[in-house]
C-alpha cells in the first residue's frame, strides 16, 4: 500500500502569500491528523478529521488557517495570509480507527519556509 | 509546565551500546502510549505501543511504563549506526496524542 503523500515536499514563499498544503490519506483510513513540527514547539496537532468531518481545530493557530477534507482521499490545509513564523514542518497522517487504537501513519512532510 | 517532558539531547553513543531514553508526564487520564522514530527529513513513524503498565518487548527494543510515576522508557539493546534518529513518545488523550519534544540520538561506529 501506499502511504500518506503529502506535497509539495518544500514550499517557498514571501509573507502575505497564500500557501496550500495537499494529504492524501491511505486508502481505507477512517481518520486524518494535520500536525506542525518546530524546533521550538516540537510536533503539535493542528486539526483532525473524521469521515472528512473536522472533530477539533482547537490546535489552528488563528483564523489564517484553514483545512478541507471534500473526500476520503484528499485534504488541504491552508494558510492565508501567510506570515514568517508560520515556517515549519506540516505533516499529515491518517489511521484507521481513533488514533489510540490503531498507529498513525506519517507522510514526509511540506517543508514551509515564509521569507 | 508540558504535559509531556523529554529531554531533546542530543544523545551520542559507540556502537553496540544500550540506550534508554526516557519521558515524564504529568495527565492521569494518559492509557495509550507510543515511541515514535523519526529519521532527518522524514515523517514519524511507530515503533513501540504500550496500553498497561510493565514492559513490552520487540526484537532489541524493549517499551516500559510506570503509571504510579507518570514515567516511560524506551530501551535499545545492541544499538547500531542506523537506530540514529529523533525518538518521540506520544501519549493518547481522548482522540488526539500529545507527542514529547523528541530525544535526538546519534550512534557512532
Known amino acids: 500500500d501506499a502511504g500518506v503523500i503529502q506535497s509539495p515536499r518544500h514550499e517557498v514563499t514571501e509573507m502575505g502569500q497564500e500557501v496550500t498544503l495537499r494529504c492524501k490519506p491511505i486508502?481505507?483510513?477512517?481518520?486524518l491528523f494535520w500536525y506542525r513540527q518546530t524546533m521550538m514547539r516540537g510536533l503539535e496537532l493542528l486539526i483532525y478529521f473524521n469521515n472528512n468531518v473536522p472533530i477539533d481545530d482547537s490546535g489552528m493557530p488563528e483564523d489564517r488557517f484553514s483545512a478541507k477534507m471534500p473526500n476520503a482521499s484528499f485534504s488541504t490545509l491552508k494558510i492565508q495570509p501567510s506570515e514568517p513564523r508560520d515556517s515549519a514542518v506540516y505533516f499529515c497522517?491518517?489511521?484507521?480507527?481513533?488514533?489510540?487504537?490503531?498507529?498513525?501513519?506519517f507522510g514526509d512532510g511540506t517543508r514551509l519556509s515564509i521569507l | 509546565q508540558k504535559e509531556v517532558e523529554q529531554d531533546p539531547g542530543p544523545l551520542s553513543v559507540p556502537e553496540g551500546a544500550i540506550v534508554s531514553l526516557n519521558c515524564t508526564y504529568s495527565n492521569s487520564a494518559f492509557q495509550y502510549f507510543m515511541w515514535y522514530r523519526q529519521y532527518s527529513r522524514k515523517g514519524p513513524e511507530l515503533l513501540m505501543y504500550?496500553?498497561?503498565?510493565g514492559n513490552k518487548e520487540d526484537g532489541r527494543f524493549t517499551a516500559q511504563v510506570d503509571k504510579s510515576s507518570k514515567y516511560i522508557s524506551l530501551f535499545i539493546r545492541d544499538s547500531q549506526p542506523s537506530d540514529s534518529a529523533t525518538y518521540l513518545c506520544?501519549?493518547?488523550?481522548?482522540?488526539?496524542?500529545?507527542f514529547g519534544a523528541g530525544t535526538i540520538l546519534r550512534v557512532k561506529s
Open positions: 486508502s481505507g483510513h477512517d481518520y
Open positions: 504500550t496500553y498497561s503498565s
Open positions: 506520544a501519549m493518547r488523550d481522548g482522540n488526539k496524542l500529545v
Open positions: 497522517a491518517s489511521s484507521r480507527q481513533g488514533p489510540g487504537n490503531q498507529p498513525q501513519h
